[in-house]
């Protein structure tokens, strides 16, 4: 039987830097992936909808080039040179999560599938056959996949998801997208600054429901200006040959329906259950702290957990849990101090807590400071003022969160997002000198102005007014030429 101090199942972001990092301390490490290595982040997620957004961008700046004087001749899309810029993007970053990457690092990757026979064993099947295998630890990171609503008529629609949108060979004339969070709300701006007439579709009352409530506005009348048809407080009730019947009776007549609508843990036929490992509700596997299972010789890290789904916190899962794993350490994820960005245009950045989350936490002892982007000098050059930054701070000063809107705001997060894991008071953001003109003048004004605001509330009023009064009667204004 083999012997494996790290058994990986999965290949996506969380388990290639679970095998690497295990590979660079020499363990021995197997890693066994079903599909392909990358994960959804390389094929259906990150890569090609960044990819899909950035030709968007293009398109949408030619647009409105005039607004700078700049005039151009009508924009035109070419559809296949579109999609094949995207697929272009996927080969360019393939090689460094392929299997001989992997290899390079000190793993074995297997092409095949495992499943868990008893605690410490493992059933692997590949083109070879099938063999057992004995692990010191192993490593969950099987991630997700796309959910279906259970909507009449759906499944028989043909609906894309985001693992089959990047198949296409051309765009479709009229989309409904379904689900209005940060994969609708990207993926439907993107499209419709492609020529696509898109209506997205939310059950809840607003977008981007996850933030503040000023966000989901924000950018539902940022789509709607772009020719979005933003549908909000209402679901699909069944779809007829091309048509969503909407409750209320509204119909909407399409020739694709892209669904957006969440994802389902890839936790079957893993033999958990033989393994000892637990599952919530929705199935996804229960961990503590230090990303350990409730067998505790079994890690579990990426979206397979259901804790944030985002590329980089599984691959942060994924180290931590390697190295916890083969060197008995303690490492735990402040996920409070995690950024997540949703790349609409505006994006919209955030890290720790709402507003209503800091007062459920420490009631009016919470407050924010929100500085419209009309002040921010950068945006007024880019005629981009339709953001904004909000900092959320709590006792002593200390920030909790914030939400930054703008063009960048995935890189003006990373500061905050520092602050939060260190402490750090609003005041310190204040007291650090940023450059200008940059976008990063909005979380720096912002804290400013809560600086100037905490200054002049009525004790600290009163002791600037004492020093204010001490140093004139220690330095008066003396007469003559001395």
Not at 462 to 471: G, H, I, M
Request: a positive charge; charged letters at 20%.
């Amino acid at each position: 039987m083999e012997e494996w101090d790290l058994a990986v199942l999965g290949g996506g972001t969380a388990g290639i830097v679970a095998a690497k990092t295990a590979g660079r301390f020499g363990a021995r490490v197997l890693l066994v992936e079903s599909a392909r290595t990358g994960g959804d982040c390389l094929w259906t997620g990150c890569v090609p909808s960044k990819s899909l957004i950035a030709a968007a961008h293009a398109a949408q700046s030619v647009r409105t080039a005039d607004q700078y004087g700049v005039h151009t001749s009508p924009t035109t899309i070419d559809d296949a040179a579109v999609l094949a810029y995207v697929r272009s993007s996927i080969t360019r970053i393939e090689p460094v999560d392929s299997p001989a990457a992997i290899s390079a690092a000190g793993a074995t990757v297997v092409a095949g599938r495992a499943e868990f026979t008893g605690p410490a064993t493992l059933r692997v099947t590949d083109d070879a056959g099938t063999r057992l295998a004995r692990f010191r630890w192993a490593l969950i990171a099987t991630g997700s996949a796309p959910a279906l609503p259970t909507v009449p008529g759906l499944a028989q629609a043909d609906p894309l998801t985001t693992d089959t949108l990047w198949d296409l060979t051309e765009l479709p004339r009229r989309m409904a997208i379904l689900g209005g969070g940060p994969i609708g709300c990207e993926l439907g701006q993107a499209l419709a600054r492609l020529g696509v007439e898109v209506t997205l579709v939310e059950l809840a009352d607003r977008l981007l429901g996850k933030e503040e409530p000023e966000v989901g506005a924000l950018i539902a009348e940022r789509l709607r200006a772009e020719g979005v048809t933003v549908v909000t407080g209402t679901g699909v009730d069944r779809v007829t040959d091309g048509t969503l019947h909407l409750h209320g009776g509204e119909t909407i007549e399409v020739d694709r329906i892209l669904v957006a609508a969440g994802r389902r843990p890839r936790t079957t036929d893993l033999g958990l259950a033989a393994a000892g490992v637990r599952c919530d509700e929705q199935g996804h596997v229960v961990i503590d702290d230090r990303m350990r299972t409730s067998n505790r010789r079994i890690y579990a890290a990426g979206d397979v957990t259901g804790t944030l789904p985002f590329t980089h916190v599984a691959g942060v899962q994924g180290g931590y849990a390697a190295t916890n794993a083969l060197l008995g350490l303690r490492r735990r994820i402040d996920y409070a101090a995690v950024p997540w960005v949703t790349f609409t245009d505006p994006e919209v950045a955030r890290v720790g807590a709402t507003l209503a989350q800091a007062r459920h936490r420490h009631g009016t002892r919470a407050h924010a400071q929100r500085l419209s982007h009309d002040h921010v000098d950068r945006a007024i050059t880019d005629r981009r003022t339709d953001g904004f930054t909000q900092l959320v701070s709590g006792p002593g000063g200390r920030l909790l969160g914030a939400t930054v809107v703008s063009p960048r705001a995935g890189e003006s997060i990373a500061e905050l997002a520092a602050a939060i894991r260190r402490g750090a008071k609003v005041r310190d953001v204040a007291g650090t000198v940023h450059p200008y003109p940059t976008y990063a003048d909005g979380p720096w004004n912002a804290s400013l102005a809560q600086l100037r605001a905490d200054l002049t509330a009525p004790l600290p009023a009163r002791a600037t007014a004492a020093l204010r009064a001490l140093r004139r009667a220690l330095h008066p204004i003396r007469s003559g030429n001395r």
